[in-house]
T-cell receptor, first 116, second 113 residues
Framework: DGGITQSPKYLFRKEGQNVTLSCEQNLNHDAMYWYRQDPGQGLRLIYYSQIVNDFQKGDIAEGYSVSREKKESFPLTVTSAQKNPTAFYLC???????????????FGSGTRLTVV | GDSVTQMEGPVTLSEEAFLTINCTYTATGYPSLFWYVQYPGEGLQLLLKATKADDKGSNKGFEATYRKETTSFHLEKGSVQVSDSAVYFCALSPNFGNEKLTFGTGTRLTIIP
């Protein structure tokens, strides 16, 4: 079955380290997204990509970086510049417009990042 | 710009009670509307959707009707179960251009046996 795989499910980072969260999809979706969710909070968009080799900043991009070298993959790096990285990170994908409007997003199961 | 407003939680109900979670939106044109559900420690799952006015989305006993006259998409269920305890997100998507999904802030629902 097609879907989105996020790994690892749990990740621990020491102060000052960069870490990379993996997101892979086999849905043949063009667009991919990264969201951050803090306890009891809604979703905040970090970065998104509508097509390979192109991506845009979302609402809270500072301290994060992404790449989109393949259609299937959209890894997120949490850099040491991100001062409060402990959160739940969600990856999603969607079909390109105009199809996207009627189908919404498919989400991965998330990665919980904790700074130790 | 587009926006989605959900009723604030948390919402606590007894098992078999009737559920309504309100959702209203602001958007140009004719967006598609969605309800997503998030169980503890998991990602969001699409619960139901409606793509045009007066459409009713339904799934797992949940229903929501796309009301353009009141710009609403309220989520309802006639008899909730403990397993329905989760966070529910309302969202909209424009049906044109490259616009992204706009999410509400989420409503946490707890069902007590």
């Amino acid at each position: 079955d097609g879907g989105i795989t996020q790994s690892p499910k749990y990740l621990f980072r020491k102060e000052g380290q960069n870490v990379t969260l993996s997101c892979e999809q086999n849905l043949n979706h063009d667009a991919m997204y990264w969201y951050r969710q803090d306890p009891g909070q809604g979703l905040r968009l970090i970065y998104y990509s509508q097509i390979v080799n192109d991506f845009q900043k979302g609402d809270i991009a500072e301290g994060y970086s992404v790449s989109r070298e393949k259609k299937e993959s959209f890894p997120l790096t949490v850099t040491s510049a991100q001062k409060n990285p402990t959160a739940f990170y969600l990856c999603a994908s969607s079909r390109p417009p105009p199809e996207a409007g009627g189908y919404g997003y498919t989400f991965g199961s998330g990665t919980r990042l904790t700074v130790v | 710009g587009d926006s989605v407003t959900q009723m604030e939680g948390p919402v606590t109900l007894s098992e078999e009670a009737f559920l309504t979670i309100n959702c209203t939106y602001t958007a140009t044109g004719y967006p598609s509307l969605f309800w997503y559900v998030q169980y503890p420690g998991e990602g969001l799952q699409l619960l139901l959707k409606a793509t045009k006015a007066d459409d009713k989305g339904s799934n797992k006993g949940f229903e929501a009707t796309y009301r353009k006259e009141t710009t609403s998409f309220h989520l309802e269920k006639g008899s909730v179960q403990v397993s329905d305890s989760a966070v529910y997100f309302c969202a909209l998507s424009p049906n044109f251009g490259n616009e992204k999904l706009t999410f509400g802030t989420g409503t946490r629902l707890t069902i007590i046996p």
